[in-house]
């Protein structure tokens, strides 16, 4: 793996890695997961709201490599997601607070009972682009709620790399069946030193993925390397 670039230079840091197995967490109320009942008693606002910014490849609503991202702020006691994103993991924090992993298929209700106030709200992926794509439709809120711009760090990092670099099977042992899963490409090491130094981050990761060769290539070499997957959306 490799740093392909970054913005900005910092003359001295000390830089801890961490096995991150132990980071996951149960959810926290009142983050909840389940189906979207009352969607059409909400307020939807589409995907191109601008107060929805995007980090990492998005194209149009659609994610195909893990640790992109969503941030804004918004108002009320309740938010809920137009998400379709099979075999595909994510994390939502609410005003910093860390909810498990789950999936999608379509609408779901992430929070309620919150206290009626702005928050903070932060959506990751952490399945890698080979387990396929995902869409995000956009938010559900509360009739008289709103979103609210999120502002962004002032620096960004980017991350190209292979599994490490995508973060396969840091979130668990394989068992043969469980490899999207136990991916959490938030917790590989590009999303945990950009946190460390207060940056944005985006990711460009696939297992396998090489410089000159891939892990399964064989000759002529004729498949993609990372080179031209740096100009891939998916």
């Given amino acids: ?19 991150c197995n132990f980071l996951k967490m149960s959810s926290l109320s ?24 995007y ?9 195909g490599f893990g640790a992109t991202y969503i941030k ?6 309740k938010i809920g997601l137009l998400l379709k994103s ?21 609408e779901i209700l992430l929070a309620d009972n919150l206290e ?28 008289n709620s709103k979103l609210i711009f999120s502002p962004k760090k002032q620096y960004t990092f980017e991350f190209i790399g292979d599994s490490i670099t995508a973060g396969a099977m840091n979130d668990g042992k394989l068992n043969g069946s469980n490899y999207n899963e136990i991916g ?12 460390m130094i207060g940056a944005e981050y985006s990711v460009i990761a696939k297992s396998g993925q090489g410089v000159a060769v891939n892990y399964t290539e064989r000759p002529p070499f004729t498949m ?9 959306a998916f």
């Avoid at 980090?55 to 994610?63: I, V």
């Avoid at 993609?224 to 891939?232: E, M, Q, R, S, T």
């Fill in 30 to 53: 009142p983050i909840i997961f389940s189906g979207l009942s009352e969607a059409k008693e909400m307020k939807f606002f589409n995907n191109n709201s601008p107060e929805i910014s």
């Fill in 116 to 143: 009626n106030k702005e928050h903070e709200f932060l959506l990751v992926r952490l399945t890698e682009g080979q387990a396929g794509i995902a869409y995000f439709g956009g938010f559900f809120l509360e009739k």
């Fill in 1 to 19: 793996f490799f740093i392909y670039k970054y913005v900005n230079y910092y003359k001295s840091w000390k830089i801890e890695f961490f096995i």
């Fill in 86 to 106: 099979t075999k595909i993991w994510w994390r939502v924090y609410i005003d910093n607070e860390k909810g498990s992993k789950f999936t999608s298929n379509g």
């Fill in 55 to 63: 980090y990492g490849r998005w194209q149009n609503g659609y994610s």
């Fill in 184 to 195: 959490d490409n938030e917790y590989s090491y590009g999303p945990i030193l950009a946190r």
């Fill in 72 to 77: 804004t702020r918004f108002t009320g006691t």
């Fill in 224 to 232: 993609p390397h990372a080179a031209d997957l740096y100009n891939w």
